[in-house]
């Protein structure tokens, strides 16, 4: 049982922040195919369930950092639009400044730690920021998000050692879509059940349904707790799927049709909306009402990114050592 209750408010809150992520990513894939982004676009398109289920529990001082599938992240730890947007098209007035773009935003006042391109380089950087929470005597926690491709990454093992020897808080997810880019699980993955690469350490770990919020919410709530009360990390493979391709370049022969839909069946935007209706928490009128509000939100987002200025070439020597005056060889 979650100590933090589910009701009408959290479905509502769910739904809003679902139809969001899924909006601002169709929305994003529109417009990489104009060429009014660039570079690598990696869509959220059908995950959105991991990430609602978990702004539930958390607050906002808790951090996340995560892989390069970040704009849905960003949006749900309260990065606006307008700056996410504006980061795609590499304004200035983008969350890292246009020098981020797509994979590598951060907003360090939201607690957003990217955003990283490296596959599992973000692992061992999320126990960091959990040693530095524990070290400052805080009680918040981070989140460390990963692919499922991530996990055969040799720093995933070394940073479960260290993080469950010195009881970090921090909660590893993986987000199991079944594919590492177009590479199954199946294909390249001894243990197939991911979650049980915790256990050797000592880490409670287990497998969530992460196409349902309310059963993020329950196995989040627990690791929260924990992790809050000195407990250590938490290890949640979180068996979710996307609608998309690995990358907006993907011709994704690696999957068939059935298998495809058979997971769109499972919507938890249709879900939630379901259960919405089922308990009469809303009705279609409301609905309609938040189609219209994510729409002016999205637009808007894109009128901003489109009118904001580009950096100053300038920007080039900002942003990358600390000391300001550092001495560049500019000749």
Same mark, same amino acid.
């Given at each position: 049982m979650s100590s933090i209750e589910i009701n009408k408010d959290t479905y509502l809150m769910w739904y809003e922040q679902m139809l969001l992520m899924r909006r601002f990513e169709e929305k994003t894939g529109q417009l990489y195919g104009q060429q009014k982004i660039r570079g690598f676009c990696h869509l959220y398109i059908g995950q959105e369930a991991v990430l609602a289920g978990a702004m539930s529990v958390i607050k906002p001082e808790d951090s996340l950092i995560t892989a390069y599938r970040d704009h849905a992240h960003a949006l749900a730890k309260g990065v606006t639009p307008n700056a996410i947007m504006a980061e795609m098209y590499g304004k200035a007035t983008g969350c890292s400044k246009g020098k981020g773009g797509s994979m590598h935003m951060f907003d360090k006042e939201k607690h957003f @730690? +990217? +955003?990283?391109?490296? *596959? #599992? #380089?973000? *692992?061992?950087? =999320? %126990? #960091?920021?959990?040693? %530095? $929470?524990? @070290?400052? =005597?805080t009680e918040f926690v981070n989140i460390a998000y990963m692919g499922d491709g991530a996990v055969r990454q040799g720093a995933l093992t070394e940073t479960f050692n260290m993080a %469950?020897? /010195?009881k970090l808080p921090v909660i590893f997810v993986c987000e199991n879509n079944g594919y590492a880019m177009g590479t199954s699980v199946e294909r390249t993955t001894a243990q197939t059940d991911i979650y049980k690469l915790g256990l050797p350490y000592g880490i409670p770990s287990s497998a969530v349904d992460g196409m349902d919020p309310a059963a993020v919410h329950v196995a989040m709530d627990e690791a929260v707790q924990r992790a809050r009360a000195g407990e250590g990390p938490t290890f949640l493979e979180m068996r979710t799927y996307r609608f998309k391709g690995h990358s907006m370049s993907d011709p994704q022969k690696y999957r068939t049709k059935e298998e495809l839909e058979s997971y769109k069946a499972k919507d938890p935007i249709e879900s939630v909306k379901q259960t919405i209706l089922t308990e009469k928490y809303a009705d $279609? %009128? /409301?609905?309609d009402e938040m189609d219209a509000k994510i729409k002016a939100i999205v637009d808007e987002a894109v009128k901003f990114a489109e009118e904001s200025p580009w950096p100053d070439a300038s920007e080039l020597y900002t942003d990358v050592y600390v000391q300001e005056d550092y001495p560049y060889i500019r000749d």
């Open positions: @730690y +990217g +955003g990283h391109g490296i *596959v #599992g #380089g973000q *692992v061992p950087l =999320g %126990a #960091g920021i959990a040693f %530095a $929470e524990k @070290y400052k =005597g %469950a020897l /010195w $279609e %009128a /409301w609905f």
